[in-house]
């Protein structure tokens, strides 16, 4: 997950399952949105300690091991929900911050998740008519500019398509998950982590 947004609202969907430490959410992430490249831990550590400062998520005591454990205080929760069950703004989202939240929700919400992919469904249908109309209307289909709507049309395509089988998929069966109990590698020690004493 590249964009500091999209770790922070994965993060936070993932805490709606339960507390959680640093090492284990960076696992969770990595495991939920398989799309993205592997997020460097230490961007894990930074954005748990923004969204501390920002008052979503607090302390949630310790692992039997000492590690720090966070979870979301009921503003966090608010903003998660939110995430989960809202498309992004504007118009046709970008093409990764969708599939974050759709991969992530999928795992954590599957009716939310549903919900959403319906809308998307929406917004792509609208996307590739515009594209077709502007083909057409323009007379350019023989051009570059012709070649762009082309692109534009082929991506709603694809991106519908996509959005259908996973609505199938989301019906079939569950794909909600709890959080693993497997403990990664490794992880920060109690003296190692964003605000301990």
């Known amino acids: 997950m590249?964009?500091?947004v999209s770790v922070r609202d994965g993060l936070l969907a993932i805490l709606t399952l339960g507390p959680a430490y640093g090492l284990q959410l960076h696992a969770e992430l990595a495991a939920r949105s398989p799309h993205r490249g592997t997020?460097?831990?230490g961007?894990?550590?930074a954005?748990?300690?923004r969204l501390g400062r920002a008052g979503l998520i607090e302390s949630g005591g310790r692992t039997h091991d000492g590690l720090p454990l966070h979870r979301l205080t009921p503003e966090g929760r608010s903003t998660a929900d939110r995430w989960l069950r809202t498309p992004l703004a504007g118009g046709v989202p970008e093409w990764s911050e969708m599939l974050d939240q759709i991969l992530v929700g999928a795992t954590v919400d599957p009716v939310a998740t549903e919900r959403l992919t319906r809308d998307y469904r929406?917004?792509?249908?609208a996307e590739l008519d515009a594209a077709r109309e502007d083909a057409v209307d323009s007379g350019r289909e023989t051009t570059i500019a012709g070649w762009a709507s082309d692109a534009r049309a082929a991506h709603a395509r694809a991106a519908l398509e996509w959005l259908a089988a996973v609505s199938d998929r989301l019906t079939a069966g569950t794909t909600a998950r709890p959080l693993s109990t497997v403990k990664p590698r490794r992880g920060r020690r109690p003296h190692d982590e964003p605000g301990a004493s």
């Open 2 to 4: 590249g964009s500091t």
């Open 43 to 45: 961007q894990i550590y």
């Open 39 to 41: 997020v460097n831990p």
């Open 47 to 49: 954005t748990l300690e």
């Open 122 to 125: 929406v917004r792509w249908s």
